[in-house]
């Protein structure tokens, strides 16, 4: 089966499942029902690209395909940003019950941190991107730490108020973000597609791309910032997950078969809407909500990504 085939079996299913999750049962609820499925779909889709394009991305600079921006401890930065705001502030305080201030501030500390963190490690020469990576885990590990134990001294109240940031949850996906969300994914979207081709060239090695004139570590730095943009704008939508992008990276891998990463990125996209949305749809339709979708994600995740480990180890022997 050709590409262009593949892709538009893939776009088909996405359609299926928006359509499945917006119209069944509607039952002629279009003044209430209809504008917020639609909304709540929006959210889904812009949370499946945004974490798609970024682990894409993310694992072409760091040519490994088990990775994460997680690694880089962007997770644990918006986890630290949302206890420190219920730590100083409270609850009730602006930055808790305006999503749009809450939004910007933790989109603004992640990316900050992102800059901050990338000049530092590039400011002083060429170095590995292993290098990065184990700072990063270092740095995730070392905020994950003062974040616990910010939230043992929290008050109890304070503390429960804050699990609901704590954990992903497409059941209460914060729609009042998903305009201004879309406008960023969009514009870094954009930005990031001028860069494609350069991409295709970083897959064949560092050495391999500067001979073929792409300026790689500036590549690199831009490749990196533009992750931890995307990363922050979907965690703020819905929370940290941690293995989605994986799965549907690997995936786009396996059936497109290609370097290309414009197939390669909308493939991944348009598996995540096809994931979120559908598996959505069959957690609130079929599950009755006994379940919920992070949960499952995590599961499958999981195992895929012991497979992964698994496949590289045999491949290695």
Not at 261 to 286: D, P, Y
Request: aromatic share 14%.
């Amino acid at each position: 089966m050709r590409n262009r085939t593949k892709m538009l079996v893939l776009l088909g299913l996405a359609i299926i499942s928006v359509a499945l999750y917006v119209f069944y049962q509607l039952n002629g609820n279009y003044h209430y029902a209809f504008p917020r499925r639609l909304v709540k779909v929006s959210a889904m889709a812009l949370t499946g690209v945004a974490i798609a394009y970024s682990t894409v991305v993310f694992q072409t600079i760091t040519h490994n395909r088990i990775l994460t921006p997680s690694v880089m401890g962007l997770d644990a930065l918006y986890m630290m940003v949302q206890t420190i705001i219920f730590f100083l502030f409270g609850s009730v305080s602006i930055f808790v019950l305006n999503a749009y201030v809450n939004f910007l501030t933790a989109t603004a500390a992640m990316i900050l941190f992102a800059m901050i963190f990338y000049r530092l490690l590039f400011k002083e020469g060429k170095r590995p991107i292993y290098f990065l990576l184990l700072v990063g885990m270092i740095v995730g590990t070392f905020l994950g730490s003062v974040t616990t134990f910010m939230q043992v001294l929290i008050d109890p109240n304070e503390f429960l108020n804050l699990q609901s940031k704590m954990f992903a949850s497409f059941n209460n996906v914060n729609t009042n973000l998903v305009w201004l969300a879309g406008i960023v994914i969009l514009l870094t979207f954009i930005y990031g597609w001028r860069h494609m081709r350069q991409l295709d060239v970083m897959s064949l090695g560092r050495d391999t791309a500067i001979n073929l004139g792409v300026p790689y570590d500036k590549l690199v730095q831009r490749m990196l910032i533009i992750s931890s943009i995307l990363i922050a704008v979907s965690t703020a939508l819905v929370g940290p997950i941690t293995f989605f992008g994986l799965i549907v990276a690997n995936l786009s891998y396996q059936y497109f078969k290609t370097y290309k990463h414009s197939i390669l990125i909308v493939g991944s996209c348009l598996m995540s809407v096809v994931a979120l949305v559908g598996g959505q749809f069959v957690v609130e339709r079929i599950f009755s909500f006994t379940t919920t979708l992070s949960v499952i994600i995590n599961f499958i995740g999981g195992v895929y990504f012991i497979y992964l480990l698994l496949k590289e180890s045999r491949s290695a022997a």
